[in-house]
C-alpha cells in the first residue's frame, strides 16, 4: 500500500509570492490499485507524483510504502522500488545507447556491475520476446541506437524499461500525450497488461478522459491540491465521458454540492 499522510507543499513564484499546492492531503492507494489522476494544469498531479518519486522534497507530512516511511529517502534510493515514465521519452532512456544496453542497464537498476557484466546476453532473447508483443518491430532494433528510434518506440521501450522488474509503484506522467492515437493505444494497452499481471500499484496522469475511464479501477480528480472526487470499481466503469467533463468543468460547484451531477 501507498499512503500518504498529511503531505503540505509550497513553491515560491516568479513574483515571490507562496503557492501552496498541497495542504494536508492524504492518500492511500492499495497494492495493485491503478488509478488515472486528472485536474486541470496547476491542480498538484505532477507535484503528487514527483513527491512519490523523491524529485521535490515535502513542507511537511509523510509517505509510506507498505508501512515504510520513504519519505527522507533519496531519489536515486527510491529507484529500486518506485518507476517512472515520463512524457518525455528522453527522460527515461539513453539516446545514445543501443536497444539493448537501454533494457540491460534497466534490468540491472539497483544491482552493483560494470559495464560489460551488466550487458544480460542471456536475456536476449527474453528482450525480443517482449518488444515483439509490441508490433512495432522493435525485436528486430536491439542494436539500433535509441536515438534513431520514432517517439513512439522509445515512449514503448521506457515504459519497458520501467516496468522490467515489477516495481512496487509505477508512475505515469502523461506517457501517452505526445503520441499519435494509434500508438497512444497500443501503448494504454500494455501499460494495463503489465500494471495487471503484475499487480503493480499505479499512478497514471492523464488529460485523455476516455483513457481515465477505460483504463484502471481507480480514478482521482485533483483541484486546487485536493482530491474532489474519487471513484473506483464498478461505479467507475459507470462513467461516461459527458459526466466526467461536466464535473471537471464545474469543479468549485462540485465541490458544494456533488449531488447535483448524481444523474
Known amino acids: 500500500m501507498l499512503s500518504i499522510n498529511d503531505i503540505n507543499k509550497s513553491f515560491i513564484t516568479d513574483i515571490g509570492t507562496v503557492k501552496k499546492v498541497f495542504q494536508n492531503l492524504s492518500l492511500k492507494i492499495e497494492t495493485g490499485d491503478f488509478v488515472s489522476v486528472i485536474g486541470s494544469n496547476g491542480?498538484?498531479?505532477?507535484?503528487?507524483?514527483?513527491?512519490i518519486a523523491g524529485n521535490l522534497t515535502l513542507d511537511s507530512g509523510s509517505i509510506d510504502i507498505d508501512g515504510m516511511e520513504i519519505t527522507n529517502i533519496p531519489r536515486h534510493k527510491r529507484g529500486g522500488f518506485i518507476s517512472k515514465v515520463y512524457q518525455n521519452p528522453s527522460s527515461g532512456t539513453a539516446p545514445s545507447m543501443t536497444v539493448f544496453e537501454n533494457l540491460s542497464m534497466a534490468d540491472n537498476k539497483g544491482k552493483r556491475f560494470g559495464f560489460s557484466s551488466g550487458l544480460n546476453r542471456k536475456r536476449k532473447e527474453y528482450y525480443k520476446q517482449i518488444l515483439g508483443e509490441l508490433g512495432l518491430g522493435m525485436e528486430?532494433?536491439?542494436d539500433t541506437e535509441v536515438g534513431a528510434l520514432s517517439g513512439?518506440?522509445?515512449?514503448?521501450?521506457?515504459?519497458?524499461?520501467?516496468?522490467?522488474?515489477?516495481?512496487?509503484?509505477?508512475?505515469?506522467d502523461e506517457h501517452t500525450a505526445a503520441l499519435d492515437p494509434v500508438t497512444s493505444k497500443i501503448i494504454m494497452?500494455?501499460?494495463k497488461d503489465i500494471v495487471e499481471k503484475n499487480r503493480i500499484s499505479t499512478l497514471m496522469i492523464t488529460h485523455n478522459?476516455?483513457?481515465?475511464?477505460?483504463?484502471?479501477?481507480?480514478?482521482i480528480m485533483l483541484h486546487n491540491g485536493s482530491v474532489i472526487l474519487d471513484i473506483k470499481g464498478e461505479d467507475k466503469k459507470k462513467l461516461t465521458t459527458?459526466?466526467?467533463l461536466k464535473?471537471?468543468?464545474?469543479?468549485?460547484?462540485?465541490?458544494?454540492d456533488s449531488d447535483l451531477f448524481s444523474a
Not at 153 to 168: E, G, H, K, V
Open 152 to 172: 513512439g518506440q522509445r515512449q514503448c521501450l521506457a515504459l519497458i524499461m520501467a516496468t522490467l522488474n515489477s516495481p512496487d509503484i509505477l508512475l505515469l
Open 43 to 51: 491542480a498538484g498531479k505532477s507535484t503528487l507524483l514527483d513527491s
Open 189 to 191: 494497452e500494455k501499460t
Open 247 to 256: 464535473i471537471f468543468n464545474n469543479r468549485d460547484l462540485y465541490l458544494k
Open 140 to 142: 528486430n532494433q536491439l
Open 242 to 244: 459527458e459526466k466526467l
Open 209 to 219: 478522459l476516455q483513457d481515465a475511464i477505460k483504463y484502471g479501477n481507480r480514478l
